[in-house]
């Protein structure tokens, strides 16, 4: 083989073999992605559950102006499981993660109105049932925002990697999107 064939057929295996360390290099970090999801659905989940808990034990004993307390937090909870289904669907997806943390700041502004309203009636207060929910969201409020920033993370080391050079160059290619961030 001639020196120029040569130089020709080193170049390409090198470019290959850049090529590929660069989309292992990529699908690392966005298998990082999707772990630090599942701990947000996970903490999402575990916080739905004590919502709906908490909001079987109030809706009867709430009544009249305040029963809109409990339809708001309603209301925001299920767009808060639709959007994180969504997401679930695509992690990576920084429209679908945007939608999500919009619903979330919905539900964490219509939650005080009702716990403010729980604190208001003595008798639901002293309910175990009330007591347990109120004490699990507690709970989760750090394991959510830890979840969160784990995901944010994995998501700004993934985005750092496709806006990098010379991955920039094959992330429209291997169609490496960019993440959004809770």
Do not use: C
């Not at 701990?39 to 999402?44: D, H, I, L, S």
Request: proline fraction near 4%; charged fraction near 20%.
């Amino acid at each position: 083989m001639s020196a120029p064939v040569t130089s020709t057929l080193g170049l390409l295996v090198i470019l290959v073999l850049w090529m590929l360390g660069a989309h292992n290099r990529v699908t690392g970090l966005k298998r990082q992605v999707l772990t630090a999801w599942q701990g947000v659905e996970q903490a999402f989940g575990q916080r739905a559950e004590a919502l709906q808990s908490l909001l079987r034990t109030v809706s009867p004993v709430l009544s009249g102006g305040e029963q809109a307390a409990i339809e708001a937090v309603e209301s925001a909870l299920a767009q808060v499981v639709e959007q994180s289904a969504q997401v679930k669907r695509k992690p990576l997806d920084r429209d679908a993660v945007a939608e999500l943390s919009k619903a979330d700041a919905v539900l964490g502004a219509t939650l005080p109105r009702l716990l403010a309203l729980v604190e208001y009636h003595p008798e639901l207060a002293h309910e175990a049932t009330v007591r347990e929910a109120l004490a699990r969201l507690g709970e989760l409020k750090p394991q959510l925002a830890y979840a969160r920033r784990a995901f944010n993370e994995a998501g700004t080391a993934y985005n750092a990697a496709i806006h990098q050079l010379p991955t920039r160059l094959l992330a429209p290619v291997l169609r490496f999107g960019e993440a959004g961030q809770l």
